[in-house]
Nanobody, 121 residues
Framework: QVQLVESGGGLVQPGGSLRLSCAAS????????MGWYRQAPGKERELVAV???????TYADSVKDRFTISRDNIENTVYLQMNSLKPEDTANYYC???????????????WGQGTQVTVSS
């Protein structure tokens, strides 16, 4: 199967920056889309940004021009550079990968455990 391990969350002041990382490991044959989602208390999980295997990206309107998603296809790692952070960015951030494992005929979605980002003064 596939394991996703996130890192880089923490407490930051408004206007600050954080960089999240997510490394995928396991019996991976190929990864298609990788991305970041977030869930704040009392709210549904929402898309933050996703990136295709060839680098195409999609961002939520709320993070455009502040966040940048990137990936390393050799290391099976996805990053999220977050700048100009706001209190409303506070949430648990989850990594997602749509992956094909060795011996399987279809892609499945895999999720990390999440990393907390808190933006507060």
């Amino acid at each position: 199967q596939v394991q996703l391990v996130e890192s880089g969350g923490g407490l930051v002041q408004p206007g600050g920056s954080l960089r999240l990382s997510c490394a995928a490991s396991g019996s991976i044959f190929k990864i298609d889309v990788m991305g970041w989602y977030r869930q704040a208390p009392g709210k549904e999980r929402e898309l933050v940004a996703v990136i295709g295997s060839r680098g195409s990206t999609t961002y939520a309107d709320s993070v455009k021009d502040r966040f940048t998603i990137s990936r390393d296809n050799i290391e099976n790692t996805v990053y999220l550079q977050m700048n100009s952070l706001k209190p409303e960015d506070t949430a648990n951030y989850y990594c997602n990968a749509n992956a094909l494992v060795v011996g399987s005929a279809r892609y499945y979605d895999y999720w990390g455990q999440g990393t907390q980002v808190t933006v507060s003064s």
